[in-house]
């Protein structure tokens, strides 16, 4: 028990990670010696804090979500109505509760104490395990930079805040904030890793490939509007597999229509669970004007969304093909996306049209989509952002896209009405980076995100 308490405040003091369900599972583990390749494997299959419980601030700060009043009157903690309406503190529920921050870094602490564990005992034969850790390092860092840092800008990537790189398991180092430069070369760097260590398959969906590790990577290069390497990292992943599910092979009588185990699902991730947005919440819904810009023919406005007894219209269209669960899986539907984009940014035209195309082809109802055509770049970039709103809508990259629109100028200005009043967050405001939880900052002395 003694060990226990040690172990509590540690983490505790490592970014606030405490959790008594995390220390009796690690002790459950016999994680106390892990000099093993099967305990350390073990500690990377426990899905619930490597595949799960990934940032749902994001989603629930974007213009993917609609609370009418009485939801939002009737939302359980202050905090989550705060982070609703773009409040600049204070939007954080308490560890104790489980948030983003603590599921995040518990993660990290995880891959470090992993990557540790196989330097400090020598493990042999360790490349596939050790390049699933730096795989979930990197994705949690680059989750967590969505969320608490502001859109990469090249030019300004010196001077703005990034996120505290905690890249061993010591409790005692400090932590300190890095640029946003720097937080983007550790991500891109662990993922380059993982993608040298990890095989071509796995025995489990919950395991990374190499062409997961890929996948993130196109995602991360994206971010920063590095358009040459997010197409060749998408590329890498479609020339190897470029399978799609057929909407129309689909169930729309099913309750979840889209199968875990599809054919697109390069590696499970789900979003940390809320009572406010998850699959068939009563809570969130969907904006009707994003439903109706859905085609009557276009199939996923039948696969993702379905329309409640008082007529409101929910997301039903989870990857996690479960009920409560909102998936934050990536998939080939993805990779598609930002090949177009990456191909409309360096002005090849009908390569960006041909990916969009092929994508749409397969959601659309048999012999009823005409493809988009299309001679000018930025009419084509405007298509694949619609394009990509509708077809990642849910899967947690909304907030991402609106924070890198603006950065390049779309001047995209959020808005809620709540109560008969008018909540706003502006084109590049400060709050696109969402505070750090207080007792994270009173605990280790970071800077908070500017206001």
Request: net charge negative; aromatic share 12%; proline share 3%.
């Amino acid at each position: 028990m003694k060990f226990k308490k040690l172990v509590y405040l540690q983490i505790f003091l490592f970014m606030s990670l405490g959790c008594e369900r995390f220390l009796n599972e690690k002790s459950d583990l016999s994680l106390a010696t892990p000099e093993t390749l099967e305990e350390n494997q073990a500690l990377l299959d426990r899905s619930i804090d490597n595949n799960e419980n990934f940032a749902v601030s994001g989603l629930l700060s974007s213009d993917d979500v609609y609370l009418t009043s009485d939801d939002y009157n009737g939302l359980d903690y202050e905090e989550d109505k705060r982070l609703y309406v773009w409040q600049p503190d204070h939007v954080a529920v308490s560890q104790s509760e489980g948030n983003d921050w603590v599921s995040c870094f518990r993660g990290i602490y995880i891959a470090n104490t992993v990557l540790y564990n196989i330097e400090h005992y020598k493990i042999k034969n360790a490349d596939n395990v050790k390049g699933q850790a730096f795989f979930f390092r990197g994705i949690r860092y680059l989750d967590a930079a969505q969320i608490w840092c502001l859109a990469y800008d090249p030019a300004k990537a010196d001077n703005i805040l990034g996120l505290p790189l905690r890249l061993d398991p010591n409790m005692n180092t400090p932590s300190v904030r890095s640029t946003l430069r720097e937080t983007y070369i550790q991500i891109i760097s662990d993922l380059k890793i993982a993608a040298d260590l990890l095989p071509n398959s796995q025995v489990a969906l919950s395991r990374p490939t190499k062409a997961a590790a890929w996948a993130f990577l196109a995602r991360a290069y994206l971010y920063i509007g590095d358009y040459s390497n997010a197409l060749e990292y998408a590329k890498r992943v479609l020339d190897i597999n470029s399978a799609l599910m057929d909407f129309n092979d689909l169930s729309f009588a099913d309750l979840f229509p889209i199968s875990l185990n599809n054919e697109e699902v390069l590696v499970f991730s789900n979003m940390r669970f809320t009572s406010i947005v998850n699959a068939n919440s009563s809570y969130a819904k969907i904006d009707k004007d994003i439903y109706d810009s859905y085609d009557t023919n276009d199939l996923r406005k039948y696969v993702y969304f379905k329309e409640n007894a008082d007529g409101a219209i929910v997301f039903n269209g989870s990857y996690a093909a479960q009920e409560y669960v909102i998936s934050s899986t990536i998939s080939k539907d993805e990779l598609y996306l930002i090949a177009a984009e990456a191909y409309a940014q360096g002005n090849n035209i009908p390569m960006a049209l041909d990916m969009l195309n092929t994508l749409l082809l397969k959601r659309w109802k048999q012999d009823t989509y005409i493809p988009y055509a299309s001679n000018s770049k930025t009419e084509v970039l405007e298509i694949i952002s619609k394009e990509r709103r509708k077809e990642l809508i849910f899967r947690g990259t909304r907030w991402a896209d609106i924070k890198r629109y603006n950065r390049d100028g779309a001047n995209i200005t959020l808005t809620r009405i709540i109560n008969n009043n008018i909540y706003s967050l502006p084109a590049n405001d400060l709050r696109f980076a969402i505070a750090i939880p207080e007792e994270v900052i009173k605990v280790s002395n970071m800077v908070q995100n500017p206001r």
